[in-house]
């Protein structure tokens, strides 16, 4: 089960850390990813991080903005997003893939999601 949360209102230019919580043992081994979606379209990829955090991939509208990391520890993945402009309003979620070492940009190849979390950015 994923938990994602840290979604809110910001303006333009602002940060803001997503978290995405995961229960159970499967988390240390599962690929991790967060997408994002607007009302009418599909699951876009956002960035993914590999089992053990060795391995990090963006989408290139994010790519020098965005940072995804992992405590394998806490059971957490983060996104940390800097420089948030409008085109970043969208629901944010977080999946994982079993499989655990490489990093799908297909929501398909994901087994497990979280709930989802709203951010919206103001100009």
């Not at 938990?3 to 690929?31: H, K, T």
């Not at 991790?32 to 009418?40: D, H, I, T, Y």
């Not at 992992?70 to 957490?76: E, H, I, P, V």
């Amino acid at each position: 089960q994923l938990q994602a949360s840290g979604g809110g209102l910001v303006q333009a230019g602002d940060s803001l850390r997503l978290s995405c919580a995961a229960s159970g043992r499967a988390f240390v081994s599962a690929a991790m990813a967060w997408f994002r979606q607007l009302p009418g379209k599909e699951r876009a990829f956002v960035g993914g991080i590999s089992s053990r955090g060795l391995s990090t991939d963006y989408a290139d509208s994010v790519k020098g903005r965005f940072t995804i990391s992992r405590d394998n520890g806490r059971n957490t993945v983060y996104l940390q997003m800097n420089s948030l402009g409008p085109e970043d309003t969208a629901v944010y979620y977080c999946a994982a893939d079993r499989a655990g070492y490489y990093i799908h940009r297909n929501y398909r190849d994901y087994d497990y999601w979280g709930q989802g979390t709203l951010v919206t950015v103001s100009s």
